[in-house]
């Protein structure tokens, strides 16, 4: 499975940004597709992921709100809107997909559960 992000850039506080990700390959067995980011010397982060075959979503706490997650079936994508965003938005986002056994939301949140990864795509928020 190869996934490719795009869509991050330059944006003021309070601005908007939508982040798409495109997969290709072998994709039929993939459940869920996520958002994670990662800032400088932290790790990385859960932000928002979706079951690919039913419109159930998750958020971290701090985009809820903010941030909308949601899909292309036809074209293969999943995308990341992004509104009012703030400062602490600022870090380089990576999509990832996940084949789980179990659609339970402590997995769906978890880096570790996902084996596919994008290239990342920087995202900074100017105060």
């Known amino acids: 499975v190869q996934l490719q992000a795009s869509g991050g850039g330059l944006v003021q506080a309070g601005g908007s940004l939508r982040l798409s990700c495109a997969a290709s390959?072998?994709?039929?067995?993939?459940?869920?597709r996520g958002w994670f980011r990662q800032a400088p010397g932290k790790e990385r982060e859960f932000v928002a992921a979706?079951?690919?075959?039913?419109?159930?979503?998750y958020y971290a706490d701090s985009v809820k709100g903010r941030f909308t997650i949601s899909r292309n079936i036809a074209e293969n994508t999943v995308s990341l809107q992004m509104n009012s965003l703030k400062p602490e938005d600022t870090a380089v986002y990576y999509c990832?997909?996940?084949?789980?056994?179990?659609?339970?939301?402590?997995?769906?949140?978890?880096?570790?559960?996902?084996?596919?990864w994008g290239q990342g795509t920087q995202v900074t928020v100017s105060s």
């Open positions: 979706m079951y690919w075959r039913e419109t159930f979503t």
């Open positions: 390959g072998r994709t039929l067995g993939i459940n869920v």
């Open positions: 990832a997909s996940a084949s789980l056994r179990a659609l339970r939301e402590e997995f769906v949140k978890d880096r570790t559960s996902y084996n596919n």
